[in-house]
């Protein structure tokens, strides 16, 4: 059918029974026309002789559209975005786009399969005891990262809260680590509403060394670290 241009029902129609001699004659007039590579070419028909076309072009076989379909019915089977395969017709694969779609290929395809693969881990190749202190766990933050933009702001929140070390958010850039990256830091500047304004209060109780803290006299018209004559 392909190498017939997809027209393998087109007939000839012969005014009157043709002989055994007639046939062959025909057919040998008929050769220079068959085939796609010849596609295109006029015959040239003599006594009474007609073309009839009783098949399917591919247009109307909607050959491009079947493969579409069968492509989306697959991809609907495994529960894969057509686009991770290469169909970019109907889709997007571009700025948070493609974030959303790898979040969607985890979430609904691949996490079904993980917790599959890590409960038989625990039941095949960890003992009661190994479970108290061990568990599998498969680590899928690649694809769960942004834009450059986005880590950043991740990081961020992460460091000025106090839940993750710098340490932590260079090793999941690829970087080294660094001397004092694995303490836990927060803003200082983050107050209470209500002590908006207020001016900060000197400690009442001044620190001496191997003794008790006894109380700093209160001076009046004083500066901190400065004299009384200031």
């Not at 009783?54 to 079947?66: H, K, S, V």
Request: one cysteine or more; charged letters at 20%.
């Amino acid at each position: 059918m392909f190498r017939n241009g997809l027209l393998s029902s087109t007939y000839i129609s012969a005014p009157e029974y043709l002989s055994g001699q007639q046939k062959e004659q025909a057919k040998a007039i008929m050769e220079g026309y068959a085939g796609a590579i010849n596609a295109g070419k006029t015959p040239l028909l003599e006594g009474g002789w007609k073309v009839e076309n009783i098949g399917l072009d591919p247009d109307a076989m909607q050959l491009i559209e079947t493969r579409t379909l069968n492509i989306s019915t697959i991809c609907r089977w495994f529960a894969v975005p057509p686009v991770m395969i290469g169909a970019m017709e109907k889709s997007t694969a571009w700025g948070t786009g493609m974030e959303q779609m790898n979040l969607w290929f985890l979430q609904y395809c691949l996490v079904p399969w993980l917790r599959r693969i890590e409960q038989a881990i625990s039941r095949c190749l960890l003992s009661p005891a190994d479970r108290i202190d061990y568990f599998p766990k498969f680590n899928v933050d690649a694809l769960m990262r942004g834009d450059s933009a986005a880590r950043a702001a991740f990081y961020q929140s992460g460091l000025l809260n106090g839940w993750m070390t710098a340490n932590e958010a260079r090793a999941k850039e690829n970087l080294p680590p660094m001397p004092g990256g694995d303490v836990l830091t927060v803003q200082s500047q983050i107050i209470p509403l209500t002590d908006v304004g207020k001016v900060a209060v000197q400690p009442t109780l001044k620190p001496v060394p191997g003794g008790v803290p006894t109380p700093t006299p209160e001076r009046s018209g004083t500066i901190a670290g400065g004299d009384e004559d200031d």
